[in-house]
């Protein structure tokens, strides 16, 4: 289904994934990441619902970690029940193995995988793909390509495992699930959607002047979910996140104009009154009370926003309205540039204890198998990353916003994985949000920008 190979963009010398937190004030400068890197041991409020697991001569506990929403503990019946079957088929392959769920109850789910892995209070973790690199190239996972069989190998999405190995050539991890960000859009509106925003700009201009009431266009601008997106199309115009070094460059030279066209391009289209004003502070799912009313004509959203919004929420015939494409790009750049994220279960490195560090490999690649993948991704309306999951589950090759996803996923990157990401996507998002709804010049704000990623990055 997929050239499993093709995706990968870590052009930047395998280098270079997701983002998440720091701000553009130097009295918030310590970011997750720092914290992670400097003070590795410090006590954040975590730890985590755990039923206890009663062990019988002979057995031995693999504690796995996990949030709330991707566990056995969530609300919803169906995750319950997946979730619960993979522990389960588990114990029955090995019945000299128990797995006790460690459902976290921190604040902050990063900080709180740090912590459990560094202290060694948990043996497999469900991770988020930006903070992978940073215990990865600590050496704090076990590497499972030894452990991988070559159908496995095969039946993964390429890209998957490559990214995972770029950071220290060592696969910490398997991919569980992926997603890539769409363009969604009401066919009673846009009966021919665009491919580019120079081409959408007048539709959404006619959408705005023939339906009062009603947003042409909603994407998050006043977050890290919207420079997900924004990072496609900085690509797309041939931008580079770090040089061969790892160093950032993301502000750098005509990466920065790159960027100022993107600014420029939101900034123009709220001043017109084709993204709500809202959308400068808003998080990806401030679309949803819009979808809800009827009152949003396009938006850019994960691709789980069809299986999880639209056709639960809206009454039959309006979700029938709905469709999605590849996300638009720039007029004379490739189109269609989304980028790929995700979630990863990795096995802590277990150098004492041969027996116990099997039994942790041996988990995560079961959580990450055939039906493993299957089960929990439909029932939690994620993306799988095995070919085999996609071709053989009519949920996943007939739906039509799952079959878009994965038309989107081929021609989508892979952000670099390395450990300054996090921090680069916080400061692009703060950098937007003031673009946006204040009267500073966009150039006195990149170069601020600029300094704080450099003044973080002299910090790792």
Known sequence: MFDSRKNLCLTEATFDHTLGGISMKLVRVLSILLLLFVVPTMVFAGGGREEQVQLEEGQILVRFLVPRWASTGDVRIERQVAFQSVIDSFHAANPNVRVQEVISSASNYDVDVANQINEGTVEVVWINNPFYPTLQSQGKFANLEPHLSAADREDFFG?????????????????????????????????????????????????RQNNPGVAPYFLSLGHTDGIIHAYGLFHSLG????????????????????????????????EEGLIPESAAIARENGVVPLLLGGQVAAFVGNSNYGVREIE???????????????VLGFRGAPAGVGVSGGWVISARKIDDNPRLQQAAIDFALHATNFSAQRNTNKAGGWTPTRNSVFTSDPFFSEDRFMATTAVALETAIVRPLVPIAPVIAQT?????????????????????????????????
């Open 159 to 207: 890209w998957t495992l490559d990214a995972l190995k770029s950071v220290n050539g060592e696969l910490g991890g398997l991919w569980h699930n992926t997603d890539v960000r769409l363009f969604f859009y009401r066919t009673d509106l846009i009966p021919n959607p665009p491919t580019t925003l120079e081409d959408f700009i007048p539709m959404a201009r006619r959408i």
């Open 239 to 270: 931008g580079r996140m770090v040089d061969n070094s790892g160093r950032p460059i993301v502000l750098e030279g005509e990466n920065r104009q790159r960027w100022a066209r993107v600014f420029q391009t939101y900034k123009q289209m709220m």
């Open 312 to 326: 639960p929420k809206l009454p039959a015939e309006e979700a029938a309205l709905w469709q999605a494409t590849p």
């Open 428 to 460: 692009l998002a703060d950098a937007l949000s003031l673009y946006l709804t204040t009267g500073r010049s966009l150039d006195a704000i990149l170069e601020e920008a600029n300094r704080t990623i450099l003044a973080e990055y002299g910090r790792l």
